[in-house]
C-alpha cells in the first residue's frame, strides 16, 4: 500500500505546512504500518490511500500553523488513538516535545513501533486523560494539549484544560458545527481556568468543514478537576 507523496505535500502545502522528503518518506512508512497493523487491531476504518492522506494526515496538519507553537513546545495529544493528530505533528515538527496520551494500551504499541520505524521520539503514555490530570508530572505541564475525535467539548476541556500550563492553550480538532458544544461548554471553561480565545473554522477538500476552538489556560485549574471519570460522565460542568 502506498501513498501518493506529492498529494500529500501539495494537499500540508495548502496549509501552510511544508513537508520535505525525510517528512514524505517518513508519512509513507507511517502509512504502511497503520494498513499492516489494521490487520491485527482495529485502528481506523479508512483503509485507501487517498483517503488516508486526506482523512487523517491533512486533517491533521491543516490546524497546526494556527497553533503557532514555539520551538520544542511541549504538546499532548489526548486519546491520540493511531496517532492523529498528535504523530502527525510530530512529522511535521520533530522539535516538539510530544506525549501520545491513550487509555488503550494497544494503540499505543502500535505507535511506538511506528516512533522506532521512523527515528522519532516522543512519549507514549497509557493512562486516562482524568488520572493524568491529577497526576504530578503532567498536571499543568504542557504548552498545549490537543485531541481529535474524543468527546463533547465540555467533557474534553476537563480532560484536557488540567493539563495545561497557565499561559499555554488547549486547541482540539472539531467538526464544523461547534455552536452548541461551544454553548453547552461555557461554564466548563472558565471553571477549569479557561478562557475561548477564537474559533478557527476552515474547509478541507475532500474531508469537509473544521472548527479549531483555541482555548487559553489564565489561571490554574483547581485541585477538584479533572474529577473521576464517572462523575464527568454523570454530572457535567454546568
Ligand atoms: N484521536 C484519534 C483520531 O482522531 O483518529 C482517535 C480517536 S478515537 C475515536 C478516541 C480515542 O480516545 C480512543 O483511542 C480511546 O481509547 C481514547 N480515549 C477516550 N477517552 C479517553 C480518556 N478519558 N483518556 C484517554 N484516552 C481516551
Not at 82 to 108: E, N, Q, V, Y
Amino acid at each position: 500500500m502506498k501513498i501518493d507523496r506529492e498529494k500529500l505535500r501539495a494537499g500540508a502545502a495548502e496549509w501552510g505546512v511544508a513537508l520535505d522528503s525525510t517528512a514524505l518518506s517518513r508519512f509513507a512508512d507511517y502509512a504502511a504500518l497503520l494498513m499492516e497493523w489494521n490487520q491485527k487491531i482495529n485502528l481506523t476504518a479508512i483503509r485507501e490511500p487517498d483517503e488516508i492522506v486526506a482523512k487523517h494526515f491533512i486533517d491533521s496538519l491543516a490546524p497546526l500553523p494556527f497553533l503557532k507553537l514555539q520551538n520544542n513546545a511541549k504538546v499532548i495529544d489526548v486519546g491520540t488513538g493511531a496517532g492523529f493528530p498528535g504523530m502527525a505533528f510530530l512529522i511535521a515538527r520533530p522539535d516538539l516535545r510530544l506525549t501520545l496520551l491513550d487509555s488503550t494500551k494497544k494503540k499505543l504499541l502500535f505507535l511506538q513501533e511506528v516512533l522506532a520505524a521512523l527515528g522519532l521520539e516522543a512519549e507514549t503514555l497509557h493512562m486516562r486523560a482524568e488520572e493524568a490530570g491529577q497526576t504530578s508530572a503532567y498536571r499543568e505541564q504542557f504548552n498545549c494539549a490537543t485531541a481529535r475525535a474524543v468527546s463533547h467539548l465540555r467533557e474534553l476541556s476537563e480532560y484536557c484544560l488540567p493539563l495545561v500550563k497557565v499561559g499555554g492553550f488547549f486547541a482540539p480538532l472539531k467538526a464544523a458545527e461547534l455552536s452548541t458544544e461551544l454553548k453547552e461548554s461555557k461554564a466548563a471553561f472558565s471553571r477549569l481556568g479557561g478562557r475561548l480565545e477564537r474559533v478557527e473554522t476552515y474547509q478541507i477538500s475532500g474531508v469537509g468543514g473544521r472548527s479549531l476552538p483555541i482555548l487559553k489556560k489564565i489561571s490554574h485549574t483547581s485541585p477538584k478537576y479533572p474529577r473521576p471519570s464517572a462523575q464527568i460522565a454523570k454530572k457535567p460542568l454546568v
